[in-house]
Each structure stands twice: as structure tokens, then as C-alpha cells.
């Protein structure tokens, strides 16, 4: 997943005592190495000054451009708008970042408080009628401007922003489409609270030890530590986070305790309390349609899929059914052979969406002869990382070095410069990996500093954000395999920034579509499943000794085992997005329209969507709204990039040129499927992705 702030976002008055702005970080130059943000010196009272003062100053610069009584030209205009919002950006990239990896009550207050005001300080630029005229006027004679390839681009992605952002519509519509978006802004912040809230709150406490039977040893620990995080001594605590609740459901042998956690899970948002989501959806689902029939589109998947690869629902939703038949059959073969499991066990019950785990788990040992406990000592978090960074070097000729003089926002932190072939730094990369209450679930790459050249070079600063096991008895992390691949999607996204090469920033590194932003970090994902690559990390953590061929063979083996099952959760929480943002009703019950829409679909009781609506994030508090699809869409293409090195070799010089040259350093520079086809030499198929997944 990828999280970014709004870098380009009327100000209201801020409650706010007399502060005295020359000791603000976020007010002055940063003094520190490379220019990072002064972690150790920012305090919570800095941001809400430092974003009045942002806004404030960001406004002072939209308002000279606008009011500019030269003509307008790209440098006075579309480059000066660039160059605005710089003290915004820096607080706003720090604040949004720590809100979501390291946060408090004060920071989520400050949260709820400041997104709605900087929607409508967004809305206030975005239309403005002076300005947009402006923009409107080069955009019209772009071609008569002699402008670069990278500036022409520019050109017509702002004019496209403001157009999409309603900077045509009359006076009333723009007033009402400011409230739709502030209100929206407001609600995504508090279906994100509420999740976490839902998720901190309910723990599933053991205080008998035959409850534990059949979980490994290093998951009896962590639950001991989190029931002693929660004070309940002597006792073992399992809480509704992938982290915790999946060896849960594998490993245990009780099953009306593995039905208890996963219930606490899938509930979330829905338990008709002071958190539930139920009510905010539906009042998103209404806003988001009014706001899309203002701006001229059927529905508000048409509105966003119009600024995507994709283009139409129509082709997104051919794309998941080309992939659902094969994947839901495949799925229904998983449920029969679990079913035999366990009627040769002797028990005599239907297989239930609880139970997925533990009996896929069982059927993975019977047919590979193969625990996930089993590799784990061989995946370190620290060798998996060096790992990634010397796949990066093979590809790219860049290198990572450690460096513990750069500021921190916390402990645990790892912070590495980046330096390219010639020595020369290219940007700073963080690591923030370790699990905490205090972070948002999932992991993510995120910002501090875009890359942009046309102000003198800017390296960028990149942050990885993972929520990796604990460290062992033995202080060290280690991972399953699905989390080496998590480690390198992430750092995959990181690539994507650090070696990004543009001119602008608004056109640099991530900023691309969302169905096109998941390519680059899939794409590094197929290294880590590659022998030859996971030989040189994958080294048993306390005895250093290689992870053995057989072993190796047996994840290969089983990497499209459960396929069926991941196909098929995976596509219905994208149907159900799909769904929610195509319906040209009112949706009033959510639980009901959910119902529907799975049923609709074909999915069978024994799975549940990824995500159910009260904490699909992605598309209620994350920005991928109409764009879950993208996972799939970008495999699509990583599948196909892929089979260019399986062709030519893993790590081939020319191939890997191109796939730098023109995916993980171009940005948004150039029409994506353009550069897709000059690094391809042919626009992609879909066969690579069925067979990737064991569905062809
Ligand atoms: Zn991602």
C-alpha cells in the first residue's frame, strides 16, 4: 500500500494560544543533515501554528499568481505553482507521516481537526477562477509554447486537477462541492479512528493454558506480552490484527475460540456502538455520488477511473471476472479437499470461514511437507532488508548505507543514505518496521521529501512503514514468507521514489495512477520469490547456514497452494468497491448492500471478502475508493515485466536500464502506457498473471 499527504492542498481560524514562531522548526530552514526534518526537535505544539502559517503563506503565493498582471506564461504560472505551499509541505509531510506510523489522542484530535481545513484550503486553490484561467489559457496554446516533453505533461496534468476538482463548474456548485469535500475529509479521518479503536479494544484473553494447544511457542510468547501490555498477568492475550489473529487461526486447535477471534475481527466498524462505520459509508457513498454528477460522470467510479489506466468501470470489471471464474473454481476445489481433511479426522462439521487457516495449513504440510514456522529462522528482517537492498544494487547500481547521525522521530528507526554508482547521494531512505499500538495496520511507503530537479536538486526522503513480528527470545524479527514479499513490495514503492529523476514534483516518483503506482512495488516482489535471490539473504539466524534447496523447492511448490482462496477474497473486496461506487441507488443499509453485492458476485460462505465494508479502509480512509482493482491491474503488468528477466535473465544490464529508465525513475513525466511499452516493447498481456496464479 502506498500513503501520501496531500501535497498540494480557505483558512479557518485555528484555536490557538500565542506561539512564538522563531523556535519553530517547521518556520525556519532545516539544519540538518540533508535537510531532513529535525525529528528530535519537533514538538506537538508546532504543527498547528507551522500549518496556519503554511496555509496562510501558501494562499499569499496562489494569490500573486493569480493576480499576476503579466500574461500568463508556463514560468509565471504552471511553475510557480510548483514552487508553492513549501511550508505547508514540510509540515504536513512530517505530521501526516507520524500520525499514521507513531500516533497519540493528540495527534489524532489535531487529525480530525486540521483534514477538513486543509480539504477546503485545497478547494480554495483548486477554484479559483483567476487562476484556472490562467491555466486554461497555456494549456490551450501548449503547443505553441516549445515546451518539454516533462513540461507539456505538466501542463495538462494541472489543468486536468483543476477541471477535476470542478474549477469549471459556477459559483453555488464550487460552494457546494467545497462542502462535499471537507465533509468527506471529516468522515474518512473517523472511519480510520474508528478501525483502530475497534481493533485496540477488544482482546480475546486466555487464563487457561490448554486453550493454547497447537500455537508455537514464539506466538504463546507475544500473547503472554501483550496480555502484560494490557495488564492481565499470567494470562495470554490475542487481539483482531492480522499479526496476532493469524497464527491464531492456523495454529489453534480450539475451534470456538478461533470462530470467538476471527468474529472480533470481521465485526469491526459493525457492532452498532460509538464506533461503527455503518452510517459514515453510507453518507461518503451519497457525497461521493452527488460529487461525481456535479463534475458530469454517471457514477463516482466513472469520475475516478477517468484519471486511471483503466478508464471505465466496464474494463475494470472485465478484468475481475476474467480472473474470479478461474479463481472461485479453484476455491471450491480448497473447500472439498479441507472438507475430506476433516471428515478423515473424524470430526463432523462444515468447513467455516474460521477455519480456512488451520485446515489450509494442515492440507500445506500434508502435500508439501512444508511448516511456515519451519523458514521463518531463515528470513531475519535485517538480512531480508540487506537482501533487498543488494537486489536493488544488481538492478539499479545503487547502494544503502547505514547511518545513525540522521534524525529519528522515534527508536527502532533505521535511516540509510542512498548513493548511486558514481557515489553520488540520491536520496535518504527510513525504516520503521516494528509492530505498536500506536501505528496504523498494514504497511506502507510514504514520504517526507519529493524528488524534483528544476529548483536545483531536491533528493527525495523515503519511508518504509511495516508492521513486522516483535523481536524473538533472541532479539531478532523474523518473517514468514509472505512478509519477505511484503518487505520487498514496500521497498518496491521506496525505489519508485528514490530513484525517481524529474524536473517537477507534482510529476515525480509515486505520483503517478493508482492502478499504475502498485506496478513498481509487485514488480520487486518477483525477485524475492526467485532461489537464486532468496539464497543469498535467506540464512538461518542463529546458525547462518544457507536455507536448503528442498526447502526453497517447497515454497516454490507452494506458492500458488490456497490460490484459490487469495484470488477469490481479494477480487470480492474489489467487486464490492466496484459495487458501492457504481450504484446509481441510495444505499442505506450497509449490511444488506454488502449481502447483495458478494452474493451477486458467486462467493461462497466458507470465505469472506478481504475487507468487509466497516473496515475497508483502502476505500473509505485510504484513497483507493473505485481503485482497489489496481493490485490486480498493476499484477497484470508485473506478471508481464517480469517474464522479460525470466527471459533474459535476472538481473540483465539492458533490461534493468530500461525498467529504471523508464518506470522506477520517470514518474508521472510521460504517458504511462507510452512508457510501459518503451521499457516492454509491446503493451502487456494477461496470460503471465493467470499462470503466475496457478489459474490457467
Ligand atoms: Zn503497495
Known amino acids: 500500500m502506498l500513503k501520501k499527504h496531500v501535497p498540494f492542498l480557505l483558512l479557518l481560524i485555528f ?250 475481527y470481521i465485526q469491526r466498524g459493525d457492532n452498532d456502538n460509538e464506533f461503527d462505520n455503518k452510517k459514515i459509508i453510507a453518507e461518503m457513498i451519497a457525497l461521493r455520488q452527488e460529487k461525481a454528477s456535479m463534475l458530469g460522470f454517471e457514477s463516482h467510479s466513472d469520475y475516478v477511473l477517468d484519471n486511471s489506466m483503466a478508464k471505465t468501470p466496464e474494463n475494470v470489471n472485465k478484468l475481475l471476472q476474467t480472473v474470479w471464474e478461474p479463481g472461485i473454481e479453484k476455491a471450491k476445489g480448497e473447500v472439498q479437499a479441507m472438507q475430506e481433511l476433516i471428515s478423515e479426522e473424524g470430526a463432523n462439521f462444515q468447513l467455516a470461514a474460521w477455519d480456512w487457516w488451520h485446515y489450509s495449513e494442515k492440507l500445506r504440510q500434508e502435500k508439501f511437507d512444508f511448516k511456515e514456522e519451519e523458514v521463518k529462522p531463515y528470513f531475519s528482517e535485517e538480512k531480508v532488508l540487506e537482501g533487498a537492498f543488494d537486489v536493488a544494487n544488481k538492478l539499479f547500481g545503487i547502494t544503502f548505507s547505514e547511518r545513525n547521525d540522521l534524525p529519528k522521530y522515534r527508536e527502532n528507526i533505521r535511516s540509510f543514505v542512498v548513493e548511486d554508482s558514481d557515489n553520488k547521494v540520491i536520496g535518504i531512505f527510513y525504516t520503521d518496521f516494528t509492530l505498536r499500538p500506536n501505528k496504523g495496520g498494514g504497511a506502507w511507503m510514504s514520504t517526507f521529501r519529493s524528488q524534483s530537479k528544476f529548483d536545483g536538486d531536491v533528493i527525495p526522503i523515503v519511508i518504509n512503514v511495516c508492521n513486522f513480528p516483535p523481536e524473538n527470545v533472541d532479539g531478532v524479527s523474523l518473517l514468514s514468507f509472505e512478509q519477505v514479499e511484503t518487505l520487498f513490495h514496500e521497498f518496491g514503492h521506496g525505489l519508485h521514489g528514490l530513484l525517481s529523476n524529474a524536473q517537477y514534483p507534482s510529476l515525480s516518483g509515486t505520483s503517478v495512477t493508482r492502478d499504475y503506482v502498485e506496478f513498481p512495488s509487485q514488480m520487486m516482489e518477483n525477485w524475492a520469490r526467485e532461489p537464486e535471490v532468496i539464497k543469498t539473504f535467506a540464512k538461518h539466524y542463529q546458525t547462518g547456514e544457507v536455507i536448503s534447496d528442498e526447502l526453497l523447492d517447497k515454497i516454490s511448490d507452494a506458492g500458488t497452494f490456497n490460490e484459490g482462496f487469495a484470488t477469490t477474497e481479494y477480487v470480492a473486496a474489489a467487486h464490492l468497491d466496484m459495487a458501492y461506487h457504481t450504484d446509481k441507488n441510495t444505499i442505506t443499509d450497509i449490511d444488506k448492500f454488502e449481502d447483495q453485492a458478494l452474493k451477486d458476485l458467486g462467493l461462497i460462505d466458507e470465505i469472506e471478502t478481504r475487507y468487509r465494508s466497516t473496515y475497508f479502509g483502502h476505500i473509505f480512509a485510504g484513497g483507493y475508493s473505485s481503485g482497489y482493482y489496481s493490485y490486480l491491474w498493476t499484477e497484470v503488468l508485473e506478471a508481464d515485466a517480469f517474464e522479460a528477466f525470466k527471459d533474459k535473465g535476472l538481473f540483465d544490464k539492458e533490461t534493468a536500464d530500461k525498467l529504471k529508465k523508464y518506470v522506477y525513475s520517470a514518474g508521472n513525466t510521460d504517458d504511462l502506457m507510452t512508457q510501459y511499452v518503451r521499457f516492454r516493447g509491446k503493451e502487456p498481456e494477461i496470460e503471465p498473471l493467470l499462470k503466475k496464479r496457478g489459474l490457467n
Not at 44 to 66: N, T
Not at 111 to 118: F, G, I
Not at 154 to 177: C, H, P, W
Request: proline content about 4%; overall charge negative; hydrophobic content about 35%.
Open 15 to 264: 484555536s490557538c494560544t500565542y506561539e512564538d514562531n522563531s523556535m519553530n522548526p517547521f518556520l525556519n530552514e532545516y539544519e540538518t543533515p540533508f535537510q531532513i526534518p529535525p525529528f528530535e526537535a519537533i514538538k506537538f505544539s508546532h504543527y498547528e501554528p507551522a500549518f496556519i502559517q503554511g496555509m496562510k503563506e501558501h494562499l499569499e503565493e496562489i494569490d500573486v499568481i493569480a493576480n499576476n498582471t503579466e500574461a500568463p506564461t508556463f514560468e509565471n504560472t504552471i511553475e510557480a505553482l510548483e514552487r508553492s505551499g513549501k511550508t505547508l509541505d514540510k509540515v504536513s509531510s512530517v505530521f501526516f507521516n507520524l500520525q499514521g506510523s507513531n500516533t497519540d489522542d493528540d495527534m489524532d484530535s489535531l487529525q480530525r481537526t486540521v483534514s477538513p481545513k486543509l480539504s477546503s484550503h485545497n478547494d480554495s486553490i483548486l477554484l479559483n477562477k483567476k487562476l484556472f484561467m490562467r491555466i486554461k489559457e497555456i494549456y490551450e496554446n501548449k503547443q505553441s509554447l516549445s515546451l518539454s516533453v516533462e513540461q507539456a505533461r505538466l501542463v495538462a496534468e494541472t489543468y486536468k486537477r483543476f477541471i477535476r476538482s470542478g474549477a469549471n463548474l459556477d459559483q453555488n456548485s464550487m460552494d457546494r462541492l467545497t462542502e462535499i469535500n471537507s465533509s468527506l475529509s471529516s468522515l474518512s479521518v473517523q472511519f480510520d479512528q474508528n478501525v483502530l479503536k475497534e481493533t485496540n479494544s477488544y482482546s480475546m484473553v486466555i487464563d487457561n493454558e490448554d486453550d493454547l494447544d497447537g500455537l508455537p511457542d514464539e506466538e504463546i510468547r507475544q500473547a503472554a506480552l501483550l496480555a502484560e501490555s494490557e495488564g492481565e498477568i499470567g494470562k495470554w492475550v490475542f487481539k483482531p490484527t492480522r499479526v496476532s489473529m493469524y497464527p491464531f487461526l492456523t495454529y489453534s486447535t480450539q475451534r470456538d475460540l478461533r470462530e470467538e477471534l476471527y468474529n472480533s
